[in-house]
């Protein structure tokens, strides 16, 4: 698939205290990776700044606000809640990664580019409408799949999020928007302790599925196939958007699932096919977790040369 990496330096800028586990060493290990070769047939794009129209689609304008007008002097950072932080340049890095999913989002519907890979930080899946959490801070994956629905006039998107945490943010956003199907993939009785199977949504447009910690990687693929690729057939989306974390990587610090770099490509190649079926071609991917520097860079390099191969 003709595929599109976009990207900023904003996302290196945006700082918190030294022993988190979300660092820019995260973006630079990705980018790193994305080098070499292989990726010579990937078009590059720097991501624009988020409109404060898109940012509104998901967000409080008081949330809104807070981010974009608290002063933060030099090296300070401040708490947001007990694990997300504003520092002086998250406000930018924040709107860069907003922006790039919204870029994406034009650029597949304009039919510039096909698949898309989005590499940002902070990343977005567990931010509220009127809080930060969890490391996010805007909601980006949301935001792109309200402004397909409202301006680019789909009636079918899909969103998928295979990270090890559970995307509560988006499952918030879209709880009551029946064009979103909003599907999660997770450990179970994790952060952020929500994804229960019984969660399904205001029409029925959410399927959670948990797993226990240890479950094998050939169990995770297996649901995967079974669940999430008949779910996508049934409801045969114009979009695919994918919340790409990669902490359910077996080496990775904050998860406890087994799966290795080479089955990220295998899921880039499955969801690439549905869209080819379905969505005219149309997925864009965003990151968000994935905290073992070397198996993040593996794996979303993994996972950008199986789009890059369809
Ligand atoms: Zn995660």
Same mark, same amino acid.
């Given at each position: 698939?003709?595929?599109?990496?976009?990207?900023?330096?904003?996302?290196?800028?945006h700082h918190?205290?030294?022993?988190?586990?979300?660092?820019p060493?995260?973006?630079?290990?990705?980018?790193?990776?994305l080098n070499?070769?292989?990726?010579?047939?990937?078009i590059?794009?720097?991501a624009?700044?988020?409109v404060?129209?898109?940012l509104?689609?998901?967000?409080?304008?008081?949330?809104?606000?807070?981010i974009?007008?608290?002063e933060v002097?030099g090296?300070?950072?401040?708490a947001?809640?007990?694990d997300?932080?504003l520092?002086?340049?998250?406000a930018?890095?924040? &709107?860069?990664?907003?922006g $790039?999913?919204?870029? /994406?989002?034009? %650029?597949?519907?304009? @039919?510039?580019t #096909?698949?898309?890979?989005c590499?940002t930080r902070?990343?977005g899946?567990?931010?509220?409408a009127?809080?930060?959490?969890?490391f996010?801070?805007?909601?980006?994956?949301a935001?792109?799949?309200?402004?397909?629905l409202?301006v680019?006039g789909?009636?079918k998107?899909?969103?998928?999020?295979f990270?090890?945490?559970?995307?509560?943010?988006?499952?918030e956003?879209l709880w009551?928007?029946p064009?979103a199907?909003f599907?999660s993939?997770?450990q179970?009785?994790?952060?952020?302790?929500?994804?229960?199977?019984?969660?399904t949504?205001?029409?029925d447009?959410v399927?959670n599925?948990?797993?226990?910690?240890g479950?094998?990687?050939q169990?995770?693929m297996?649901?995967f196939?079974?669940?999430?690729?008949s779910?996508?057939?049934q409801?045969?989306?114009? &979009?695919?958007?994918?919340? $790409?974390g990669f902490? /359910?990587?077996? %080496?990775d610090?904050l @998860?406890?699932l #087994?799966l290795?770099a080479e089955h990220?490509a295998?899921?880039?190649?499955c969801l690439?096919k549905?869209?080819?079926?379905?969505?005219?071609s149309r997925l864009?991917?965003?990151?968000?977790?994935g905290?073992d520097?070397?198996?993040?860079?593996?794996?979303?390099?993994?996972f950008?040369e199986?789009?890059?191969e369809?």
């Open positions: 698939m003709k595929t599109t990496l976009y990207t900023h330096e904003a996302g290196l800028k918190i205290p030294l022993e988190h586990a979300e660092q060493d995260r973006l630079r290990a990705v980018l790193d990776a070499g070769p292989q990726f010579d047939a990937l590059r794009k720097a624009p700044r988020a404060r129209e898109d509104l689609r998901v967000h409080t304008s008081d949330y809104v606000d807070l974009l007008s608290t002097k090296d300070e950072t401040l947001l809640d007990w997300t932080y520092s002086a340049g998250s930018e890095a924040a &709107l860069r990664g907003a $790039a999913a919204v870029q /994406a989002l034009d %650029d597949v519907m304009a @039919g510039d #096909q698949a898309a890979f590499a902070p990343p899946h567990h931010a509220r009127s809080a930060a959490m969890g996010c801070i805007f909601s980006n994956v935001i792109a799949a309200k402004r397909a409202e680019h789909l009636a998107v899909a969103v998928v999020d990270d090890v945490h559970h995307g509560n943010g988006t499952q956003a009551d928007v064009g199907l599907i993939l997770h179970q009785d994790h952060y952020p302790g929500t994804g229960f199977a019984a969660q949504g205001g029409s447009n399927l599925l948990p797993m226990p910690a479950t094998s990687a169990k995770w297996a649901l196939d079974q669940k999430v690729v779910r996508l057939n409801f045969a989306p114009e &979009l695919i958007l994918v919340s $790409a902490d /359910a990587h077996r %080496d610090p @998860g406890g #087994q290795e990220f295998e899921l880039a190649v690439g549905l869209s080819q079926t379905h969505s005219n864009v991917s965003v990151l968000e977790g905290y520097l070397p198996a993040l860079g593996r794996s979303a390099a993994q950008v199986g789009l890059l369809l």
